[in-house]
């Protein structure tokens, strides 16, 4: 897959285009396209059109992705609470279409100040449509991915609040959650140490561990959930 801006109609755009004729990554697309083509909200980025020789054609979204940002350290704290909030929003959306991301993590994370545009449905699950293999799922970074989708169990929508949760770890600590042992404890061991907050921010620190856990029925059991929560202590930190 590539990803290149170009001018289109007058207006700048991002063109996701296949580059071979790999028949997981042209499934990938086509995935995509169904998916995101219908999804409306001010934190997703939209899809503009598809073109014949399969591309997808994106807004444009100016600012960087939030892989990129992080590439500096963490984030300040008020800026990382916007940008999971603004996530957050997202998901709660996308979930009640019957749509989970499945691939949540900061490069798929396109922010511009403090808000934050969610994209990449590559992988996405539509409850509407036919199941997708999952197996291509290992091949990403493991350190967003829930325990149950890294063991290819049963996934639904708290995974996607797994990988939430690991996101805002990662913007308030500056490196994700459980650092070079994540494989060990996807894999199920318990012993493996999730390292604290910062001090600074310790009043958010239950919110993540929730988002953390396990298991899924320990998690919010919605993103909206998810979102009071944080809104909740944020509030509480003015
Ligand atoms: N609409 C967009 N506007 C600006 N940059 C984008 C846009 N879409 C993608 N990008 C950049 O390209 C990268 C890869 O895009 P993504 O959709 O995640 O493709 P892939 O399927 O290759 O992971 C993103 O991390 C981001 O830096
Ligand atoms: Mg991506």
Redesign the pocket.
């Known amino acids: ?1 590539r ?1 290149e ?1 170009a001018r289109w109609e007058d207006r700048l755009v ?1 063109v ?1 285009r296949l580059l071979g004729t790999h028949p997981v990554a042209s499934q ?1 697309l086509e995935r995509e396209a169904a998916v995101v083509g219908r999804l409306r909200h001010e934190n997703i ?1 939209p899809l503009l059109g598809i073109s014949g020789d399969a591309s997808l054609i ?8 939030l ?2 940002a992080l590439e500096r350290g963490p984030l300040r704290p008020r800026r990382a609470i916007k940008i999971a909030r603004d996530v957050l929003s997202a998901l709660a959306y996308a979930h009640a279409e019957g749509v989970l991301h499945l691939d949540v993590k900061p ?2 994370i ?1 922010v511009k100040g403090e808000t934050a545009l969610l ?2 449905f ?1 992988f996405a699950k539509d409850l509407g449509l036919t199941a997708i293999t999952t197996q291509d799922m290992l091949l990403g970074t493991p350190s967003f991915m829930a325990p149950e989708q890294f063991k290819g169990v049963r996934t639904d929508h708290r995974s996607d609040l797994y990988a939430t949760g690991a996101v805002i770890y990662h913007m308030l600590t500056g490196a994700p959650p459980f650092g070079g042992q994540v494989v060990r404890w996807l894999a199920g061991d318990d012993r493996v140490p999730l390292d604290p907050l910062p001090e600074s921010v310790a009043q958010y620190e239950p919110i993540v561990a929730k988002a953390l856990a396990r298991d899924p029925d320990e998690r919010y059991s919605c993103a909206e959930e998810f979102l009071a929560a944080l809104e909740d202590v944020a509030l509480a930190a003015t």
Not at 58 to 65: E, H, I, T
């Open positions: 897959m990803v801006l991002v996701k990938r980025v994106y807004a444009y979204c100016p600012g960087v992705s892989e990129a490069a798929n396109l994209t990449d590559g």
